[in-house]
């Protein structure tokens, strides 16, 4: 299925699938890069990515792909660089903008909400939909009821995607590790975003939830018509549900394209697969 | 369908409230009977009004420090911010007003008011600063307004209200009335809080706190307090929600403090020190953190156990201090606290359906 999408160069940084040129990029980013005190942990870091596409940030460890998260989301300030989201410059904006403009994430060690139930943890994704002002909420006047109802109600209908509606009441941080990990990714779906952020969603999954998982990125993509650009080390995982990949080493993008040429490209087998089967 | 939604929404957001109002109740007719009947001591019944305000107290700071996460240690400034304000808002309506009830009620919403004004202020290092450095800057605040208190002097004549920094500047004309006096704190006072004043304001106070936490705005509180930058990625402002928090704390810590001044004749801003931020803190802590139902026995257990403990007057402090380390060991140890909770629902609770679960805690031990 992903073998099938043909990549179209846009006019000067990146791939996107056939389907979305001529549309506008979800996401441009363009020579993004920030340094730690004298370490360039990303440089000059060129993306596009399509509006429905699935893309794969891959590379080895400390390469800085967690990083190039924590720039979209404004974790951390770039100090170089412009992202475009949807074609607005998110200079400027905090986390929190951001994530209303449009991009929700999850993260790799686990960030829940874990004395609040899973259902409550949904529903903080949704607050910032919901409307019922603090006074209204204390006089559990009618506003209060008709919001709560729908958010209850929309926090199941997307638990469901990951068969997780019989888990709502329990308590977040006691859910078993796979569990959480999809928890993430639902709480980030509430947000109504139009970029989804993996990172490492299958990390500590047995494969039987890895398979599962692959289906769903690519069931969440169909149904909520929104692009996904996910960091994973499951190769199998990557090369199957991605469409595009960037391959990032020491900060650097070192190549970029659909999986076929990835797995072809010497610089990649080097720095990244060659250096996997060393370890083994 | 749509009925059964809502039914089930509405169990959840009442679910564990139910009990903690109930026990409230229970304990306000309780104690309003055997005042009636005269079977309280005079020391005892003047208790009544003090616990009332001390469990606003704990509960109010329990929203920053259980549910909101921030360590503050000026609660009692705000305290005194409202029974100031409150004293003297009475003391100006006592000719308007001659109402003692609604009288009190404006004065513990002027209390509120200026308090939570006051907390406009400090919110601003909520903001920025986090745990020790917080601590340390609302314990400042605390020690500032204690400071200001002491140099307010404020007087009542025939021209008006003064206003002024020393008793001199005052100008009060002949037949004039000192409402507040520098050190001597707010004098004169009309004795208008009762039980039933206090009773209301805890109500309020529980409506207040208990909805918040299970709305909206409490699950983001909560989010916040939970991991910070996660509830930022989805998209919840800090700022507004630390302020909600912070100020919904102070303006009932502002009324707890007006309801708790015009329990006396005379009110000294050295009453609301640090010892006093430190007191309500201790509440929160043993009745467990975010724990609201907690933080009403602790309150009240602990305001009325020194006085209960009076005839054993040489030991009284050595079984205050054993109370409050057994009591923090259970609640809080995360290795007891289990094997407590464990102790209570077998052994206990099938036995004992309706006592409270507090008592079977304490006996896991
Ligand atoms: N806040 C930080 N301060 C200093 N160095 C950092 C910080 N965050 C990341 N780095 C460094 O940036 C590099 C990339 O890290 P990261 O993005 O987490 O890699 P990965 O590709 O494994 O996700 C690492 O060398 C890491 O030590
Ligand atoms: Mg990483």
């Not at chain 1, 506008?24 to 004298?38: A, D």
């Not at chain 2, 907390?119 to 605040?141: C, E, K, M, Q």
């Not at chain 2, 201790?282 to 009403?296: D, P, Y």
Request: a positive charge; glycine letters at 8%; proline letters at 4%.
């Amino acid at each position: 299925m992903a073998s099938k999408t043909k990549l179209v160069p846009t006019p000067s940084i990146g791939l996107i699938p056939e389907r979305d040129a001529g549309k506008r990029p979800i996401l441009e980013c363009i020579g993004l890069g920030i340094t730690f005190g004298g370490l360039k942990a990303v440089e000059d870091f060129n993306l596009i990515i399509g509006r429905t596409e699935i893309a794969g940030l891959i590379g080895p460890n400390g390469a800085g792909k967690t990083t190039v998260f924590n720039l979209l989301t404004k974790v951390y300030q770039p100090t170089h660089g412009t992202i475009l989201l949807d074609g607005k410059d998110t200079h400027g904006m905090d986390t929190a903008h951001v994530n209303r403009a449009g991009i929700a994430r999850t993260f790799q060690n686990i960030r829940l909400f874990p004395s609040l139930t899973v259902e409550e943890n949904v529903a903080v994704g949704m607050d910032t939909q919901m409307k019922y002002n603090m006074v209204n909420g204390i006089l559990r006047l009618k506003n209060f009821w008709k919001e709560e109802k729908m958010v209850h109600e929309r926090c199941l209908e997307l638990l469901s995607i990951f068969h997780m509606e019989h888990l709502a009441n329990v308590k977040a941080g006691s859910l078993p590790y796979g569990a959480q990990r999809r928890l993430e990714i639902v709480r980030a779906l509430a947000t109504c975003p139009s970029l989804l952020l993996l990172d490492e969603p299958a990390a500590g999954m047995n494969p039987s939830e890895t398979a599962e998982l692959m289906e769903n990125i690519r069931k969440i993509r169909d149904t909520f018509h929104i692009a996904v650009l996910l960091i994973e080390h499951d190769m199998n995982l990557v090369m199957e549900v991605c469409e595009g990949i960037c391959v990032l080493n020491f900060g650097r993008i070192i190549a970029k394209g659909t999986p076929e040429d990835i797995q072809a490209n010497p610089a990649v087998i080097e720095a990244y697969l060659g250096k996997k089967k060393e370890e083994a | 369908m749509a009925d059964k939604m809502k039914k089930l929404n509405f169990k959840k957001f009442l679910k564990g409230n139910a009990l903690t109002y109930l026990m409230v109740i229970v304990a306000y007719v309780i104690l309003f009977v055997m005042q009636t009947l005269g079977l309280l001591s005079n020391s005892l019944s003047g208790f009544l009004v003090p616990i009332c305000a001390y469990v606003v107290m704990a509960v109010s700071l329990n929203l920053t420090v259980g549910i909101m996460g921030e360590l503050s240690l000026g609660h009692a400034g705000f305290m005194s911010v409202g029974a100031y304000t409150g004293a003297v808002c009475s003391a100006l309506l006592a000719d308007l007003i001659p109402f003692a009830p609604l009288r009190l009620a404006i004065a513990m919403v002027g209390g509120g008011i200026l308090a939570g004004l006051v907390s406009l202020i400090v919110v601003v290092p909520v903001l920025r600063l986090r745990g020790d450095y917080l601590a340390i800057v609302t314990l400042a605040f605390g020690e500032i307004i204690r400071n200001i208190m002491q140099v307010i002097y404020i007087g009542k004549d025939a021209n008006g209200v003064h206003f002024a920094m020393s008793e001199g500047a005052l100008n009060m004309a002949e037949g004039g009335k000192m409402i507040v006096r520098g050190p001597m704190g707010v004098v004169g006072i009309q004795k208008i809080s009762t039980l039933t004043m206090g009773f209301i304001l805890v109500m309020i106070t529980l409506v207040v706190v208990l909805n918040l936490i299970r709305s909206r705005q409490g699950r983001a509180i909560m989010a916040m307090r939970d991991n910070r930058i996660a509830a930022e990625s989805v998209g919840i402002s800090i700022a507004k929600y630390k302020i909600m928090a912070f100020v919904t704390s102070a303006v009932l810590a502002g009324a707890a403090g007006a309801l708790y001044a015009m329990n006396f004749s005379s009110i000294l801003s050295k009453k609301f020190d640090f010892n006093t931020s430190i007191l309500v803190l201790v509440f929160v802590v043993l009745g467990g953190m975010g724990n609201i139902r907690g933080s009403i026995i602790a309150a009240a257990a602990l305001t009325i156990l020194p006085e209960l403990l009076r005839e054993y007057a040489d030991y009284r402090m050595l079984v205050y201090a054993i109370v409050l380390i057994v009591v923090m060991l259970v609640t809080n140890n995360p290795k007891i606290k289990p094997m407590a909770t464990k102790f209570w629902e077998e052994k206990i609770a099938p036995k004992l359906p309706k006592k409270k679960a507090k008592e079977g805690v304490v006996n896991g031990k």
